[in-house]
């Protein structure tokens, strides 16, 4: 019943005792979470009441008070400690911003960034260890990153597209460098001069080739 995406992010939490939601809206992640037995208790928390209160009706609906605490808040700031951080469906900027603030050091930390990925794992890998960064196909495309304490060092081609993908090459990744071909071959032969887009480009093809899959034949469509 749970979406690809918010299942593929509630398989990623390690079991704990509690997980913080923070940007919960509907709270399906921390809902999933609970389901799959990945947690014991759920802290929910967003910046919005009316948001919050998606997540307090389906609590109310399915049963599971006992298990579930609510906060308006920005980011962490209602939360003492989760073993547990998850922040989805938002900027990699909101992101590192909540990161920032937070008071304390979870075990593990989830990540789903709408954009700005680069940004978000040359923040997190001086701060963390970047245990999972993969790409999952939903009808879009979306990065799960988990991270543990410790520290990392990830190359210029992690930074721009996730460990996971790179060693283990499987299918979703193969599909988001060929649209990302695709895509980018799209704006240079309208905008020929765009200095960013073909090193871009020259990237993505040096991937699909190490992917056994032949950038250069990609396509313009019309995505
Ligand atoms: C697109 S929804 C994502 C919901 C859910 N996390 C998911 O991935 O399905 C983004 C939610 O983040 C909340 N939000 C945005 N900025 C926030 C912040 N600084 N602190 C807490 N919540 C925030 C919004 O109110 C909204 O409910």
């Known amino acids: 019943m749970y979406s690809k995406r918010i299942e593929s992010i509630a398989e990623v ?19 999933c979470a609970l389901e799959k037995n990945k947690t014991k208790k759920v802290l929910f928390s967003d910046i919005s009441a009316p948001s919050l209160e998606k997540a307090k009706a389906y609590c109310l609906k399915n049963g599971c008070s006992e298990k579930c605490e609510f906060f308006v808040g920005n980011g962490t700031e209602k939360i ?40 978000v794992r040359k923040y997190v890998e001086q701060r963390y260890f970047v245990s999972f960064d993969k790409i999952v ?51 240079l ?7 960013d887009k073909k090193l871009y480009l ?10 056994n899959y032949d950038g250069t034949n990609a396509q313009i469509s019309g995505d």
Do not use: R, W
């Open 13 to 31: 939490v390690s079991p704990c005792d509690t997980l913080a939601d923070i940007g919960c809206d509907h709270g399906f992640i921390g809902f």
């Open 80 to 119: 003492a400690y989760a073993d547990c951080v998850v922040i989805a469906g938002m900027g990699g900027k909101e992101i590192i911003e909540i990161l920032e603030n937070m008071s304390f050091k979870p075990s593990q930390i989830v990540l789903q960034p709408m954009k700005n990925l680069p940004d």
């Open 137 to 187: 196909f939903d009808k879009k495309f979306y990065n799960i990153i988990s991270l543990t304490q410790g520290s990392d060092n990830l190359s210029d081609e992690e930074i721009l597209f996730g460990k996971n993908n790179l060693k283990e090459k499987h299918a979703d990744f193969k599909l988001f460098v060929e649209k990302e071909i695709s895509k980018t071959k799209k704006i």
């Open 189 to 195: 032969s309208g905008k020929t001069d765009n200095k």
């Open 202 to 211: 020259m990237q993505l093809q040096k991937i699909a080739e190490v992917l």
